[in-house]
C-alpha cells in the first residue's frame, strides 16, 4: 500500500487546492501516472503515481484545501474498493446503528417503544486536532478564535470547509433562544439587493490564483508609494528595422523579431544608468540587484502570471525572443515551474497587444519599477517648426516606488528607453 502525499510545492507554499482528479476508485494506474491536477497560488503542478497498483481510496475531493504532506489517496495492490472510503466522521453513526440493533435484539422484550433518535457525534475537543476539516478552515478557526464544535458542515461528507467557518465568524451573536432553533432566512445577495428572478446573478468562487494576484495588487497599492509617469516614444526606426530584417531574422534564428526583445535591452541599458530601478527594500536597508533578471507580463487563462528571463544583459535578440516565446507558451499550457516565475528584478507588461492606449500598471512587489508598453498608433508629430508628419508613436509608462526612487531618477530612466528605442543602434552598446 502506497499513500499519495501533497508534494512540496516550493518556496513559501504550504497548501493548494485539487484542481482535478485524473482517476477514479479501482482504477489501476502504474509509477509515473497522472494521479490529479493541484492549483497552487502561483502554478498548476501535477501529481503522478510513484509505484503501480490500484486505487483504493481518494480522500480528498475537488475545490478541497490541502497541506503540504497531507494523504490525499492511497494506492493499493488489491483490486480496489468500488467507492471512496468512507469518513471517520461518517462510521461512526452507522457503527452506533449497530450496536443499538444488538441491543434490542439482546434485551427483554417489554413494551414496545420508539426508537431513539440517532445522537450526533461528539466533536473531538479543540487540542486533539482530529476535526474533520479542511487545514485552511482550522487555520482560520484559529486566527478567529472560533471553537470548530459550533460550525455547521455543508459539504456532504461533513468536512468542515473555509466557507463554513468565515460564515460562523460573520453570523452575529445571539442569546439562546427558543427562535434560535428557527429555520434561517435564506441569504441576501452580497450587493444588498434583493433577489429578483428577472436579474440573476452567478457566484463564482475565485481560484487560488485569482485570490492571490488580488492580494498581492492590492498589497502593493498599501505599501508602496507608487507613482507613474509617462512618455511617448516614435516607433519609426523600430518599424524599420523589423520590417527590412524580420525574414532574414527568421531564417537565421527560427524565432520572430517582436517588440520586446528592443524593449527589454533598453530596460537593460536604463536599469544600469539607473539602479535604483533595480532594487527592492528590505527593512530599512535598500538592495540594489546586480543582476538583471526581467519579468514579461503574460495574460494566461486563469490569471496574470510573470515569468522571468534571467539574465537579459547577456542575452542577444534571438534568445531574449526564444526565452519570451518559451515562457508564454508554457503559461498559457499550464507547465510554468515554481522557478520560471520567481527572483525577478523588474517587470515589463504589455497592454498594447490588447489595444491599451495608456495605463498605470501596478508594481511587481517586492519590485520597485515596472515599465508599461501600450498600442502604437499614427499620431501628427512636429518635426520641426515648419513641418508635422504622421509617425507610429507609443506611450510609455513607468510605475515606480517613491519610496526609494525620486522623481528626477523615474522621468529619467524613462527618457533613456526612450531615446535607446527611438536610436536603436545604442541598444547594441548600452543594452
Known amino acids: 500500500m502506497a ?28 509509477q509515473g501516472d497522472l494521479l490529479a491536477e493541484l492549483e497552487t497560488d502561483k502554478v498548476n503542478l501535477e501529481i503522478s503515481a510513484e509505484e503501480s497498483g490500484v486505487i483504493e481510496s481518494i480522500l480528498r475531493g475537488e475545490g478541497e484545501n490541502v497541506a503540504v504532506g497531507e494523504v490525499i489517496a492511497v494506492i493499493g495492490s488489491g483490486a480496489g474498493a468500488s467507492a471512496p472510503a468512507a469518513p471517520a466522521a461518517q462510521a461512526a453513526p452507522a457503527a452506533a446503528a449497530e450496536a443499538t440493533a444488538a441491543e434490542k435484539e439482546s434485551a427483554p422484550t417489554a413494551a414496545p417503544a420508539a426508537p431513539p433518535a440517532p445522537a450526533p457525534v461528539p466533536a473531538p475537543s479543540a487540542d486533539s486536532g482530529a476535526y ?5 478552515a482550522r487555520k482560520l478557526a484559529r486566527e478567529k478564535g472560533i471553537d470548530l464544535n459550533g460550525v455547521s458542515a455543508r459539504d456532504p461528507i461533513g468536512r468542515i470547509q473555509h466557507d463554513d467557518v468565515q460564515a460562523n465568524a460573520a453570523r452575529p451573536a445571539a442569546a439562546p433562544t427558543a427562535a434560535s432553533t428557527a429555520p434561517a432566512k435564506p441569504a441576501v445577495p452580497a450587493s444588498g439587493a434583493a433577489a429578483d428572478p428577472a436579474k440573476p446573478i452567478e457566484r463564482q468562487r475565485m481560484s487560488r490564483r485569482r485570490q492571490t494576484i488580488a492580494t ?15 512618455n511617448e516614444v516614435d516607433m519609426t526606426a523600430i518599424l524599420d528595422i523589423r520590417k527590412r530584417r524580420k525574414d532574414a531574422f527568421k531564417e537565421k534564428h527560427d524565432v520572430g523579431l517582436g517588440f520586446m ?13 539607473y539602479p535604483l530601478l533595480n532594487a527592492e527594500i528590505d527593512g530599512q536597508d535598500i538592495l540594489v540587484k546586480k543582476f538583471y ?3 514579461i507580463a503574460v495574460a494566461a487563462k486563469e490569471g496574470l502570471v510573470v515569468p522571468v528571463v534571467r539574465d537579459a544583459d547577456r ?15 508554457k503559461a498559457r499550457s499550464n507547465s510554468l515551474a515554481l522557478s520560471d516565475l520567481q527572483g525577478g528584478s523588474f517587470t515589463i507588461t504589455n497592454g498594447g497587444v490588447f489595444g491599451s492606449l495608456l495605463s498605470t500598471p501596478i508594481l511587481n512587489a ?12 499614427l499620431r501628427p508629430v ?33 527618457v533613456k528607453v526612450k531615446e535607446m528605442l527611438e536610436d536603436p543602434e545604442t541598444l547594441l552598446l548600452e543594452g
Not at 499513500?3 to 502504474?30: F, M, N, Q, R
Not at 474533520?132 to 485552511?136: E, I, K, L, R, T
Not at 498581492?216 to 507613474?228: D, F, G, I, Y
Not at 542575452?315 to 507558451?329: D, P, V
Open 315 to 329: 542575452l542577444g535578440f534571438a534568445e531574449i525572443e526564444r526565452s519570451i516565446g518559451e515562457l508564454a507558451s
Open 293 to 295: 533578471d526581467i519579468g
Open 216 to 230: 498581492r495588487l492590492v498589497e502593493a497599492q498599501q505599501t508602496a508609494a507608487m507613482l507613474t509617469t509617462f
Open 261 to 273: 526583445s528592443f524593449f527589454t535591452k533598453a530596460v537593460v541599458g536604463a536599469l544600469k544608468a
Open 366 to 377: 517586492p519590485q520597485v519599477g515596472i515599465l508599461g508598453m501600450h498600442k502604437i498608433q
Open 132 to 136: 474533520y476539516a479542511s487545514p485552511a
Open 3 to 30: 499513500e499519495i502525499k501533497v508534494p512540496d510545492l516550493g518556496e513559501s507554499i504550504s497548501e493548494g487546492t485539487l484542481h482535478k482528479w485524473l482517476v477514479k476508485v479501482g482504477d489501476t494506474v502504474g
Open 382 to 414: 512636429a518635426i520641426d517648426e515648419e513641418r508635422s508628419e504622421n509617425r507610429p508613436m507609443m506611450y510609455i509608462a513607468l510605475s515606480y516606488d517613491h519610496r526609494i526612487v525620486d522623481g528626477a531618477e523615474a522621468v529619467g530612466f524613462l
